[in-house]
């Protein structure tokens, strides 16, 4: 009877709350695209703050050079 439950009619919205429960497939491609963009953003920060690492060990090396 399980397959044919939709024939004897009855309730929309409480058939519709219960086969349709748990996120859309947009939910889904927005919380995956939320998170590669997270990622991204890490790896950028980590980049950026290397690069300004490296900027500064240069910046001391140029000082002491000139002031050595």
Do not use: C, I
């Given at each position: 009877?399980?397959?044919?439950?939709w024939l004897k009619?009855?309730?929309d919205r409480?058939?519709?709350?219960?086969?349709?429960?748990?996120?859309?497939?947009?939910?889904t491609a927005d919380r995956k695209k939320q998170a590669k963009a997270r990622k991204t953003r890490a790896k950028d920060v980590a980049k950026a703050a290397r690069a300004g690492?490296?900027?500064e060990d240069d910046?001391?090396?140029r000082e002491r050079r000139r002031h050595g």
């Amino acid at each position: 009877m399980g397959a044919f439950s939709w024939l004897k009619g009855g309730n929309d919205r409480q058939l519709a709350a219960t086969s349709y429960s748990g996120p859309s497939a947009s939910e889904t491609a927005d919380r995956k695209k939320q998170a590669k963009a997270r990622k991204t953003r890490a790896k950028d920060v980590a980049k950026a703050a290397r690069a300004g690492e490296a900027w500064e060990d240069d910046d001391r090396r140029r000082e002491r050079r000139r002031h050595g």
